[in-house]
């Protein structure tokens, strides 16, 4: 058996903006080269975008906050290098997505949120399957909010792996900025 020469991989983690169906690079803060290993998703400032917790082997896990422009802002280092995977969850149920990180020795470790006390409304919804299984995996949730008074719609979909070596709660987390009621579907 023989292989051909092996092929250049450019690995630079674009982020890339849905535009009607059309994906568009981004030059972003995690655009950069780097050994990054796992991308967690959530809401972690309940403000109504998704956030981003991207974990590396060689530098600290780094949180880049959306600012709702289409931008992150210059990424917030956590713990130690050598993470691999990073999951998250409302552990403590106050209403802000917590995060842990696994990986190599004192790289593990939870990290309790402290967005809770911001102001920002959340909803976690934690959702049973009655025709097939009761985690409803595959489910998607859609909600309406008025945020800065703008209507939004979000979106999540349940299911059973999140990104490298991680698993979410299983529970869907919407942070709502000032919406003073929401709509579920
Ligand atoms: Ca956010
Ligand atoms: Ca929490
Ligand atoms: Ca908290």
Redesign the pocket.
């Known amino acids: 058996m023989t292989f051909a020469s092996p092929i250049t991989v450019v690995r630079h983690p674009n982020c890339n903006v849905n535009d009607h169906g059309v994906y568009k690079p981004q030059t972003t803060g995690f655009s950069g080269k780097s050994n990054n290993l796992a991308n967690n998703w959530g809401d972690f400032d309940n403000d109504g975008d998704l956030d981003l917790m991207v974990t590396s082997d060689i530098l600290r896990t780094r949180y880049f906050k959306n600012q709702g422009n289409g931008s992150f802002a210059n990424p917030v280092s956590l713990g130690k290098a050598g993470a691999a995977g990073i999951s998250n969850g409302d552990y403590?149920n106050?209403?802000?997505l917590?995060i842990y990180i696994n990986g190599i020795d004192s790289a593990r470790a939870l990290f309790?949120?402290?967005?809770?006390?911001n102001g920002n409304a959340w909803i976690n919804l934690k959702c049973v399957g009655m025709a097939s299984g009761k985690s409803a995996l595959g489910a998607m949730v859609m909600i309406k909010a008025t945020i800065k008074g703008t209507s939004v719609w979000q979106m999540r979909e349940i299911n059973a792996q999140n990104s490298f070596m991680s698993q979410n709660d299983l529970r869907v987390h919407f942070g709502l900025g000032d919406a003073k009621s929401s709509k579920p579907l």
């Open positions: 403590d106050d209403g802000d917590d309790s949120n402290g967005a809770s006390t």
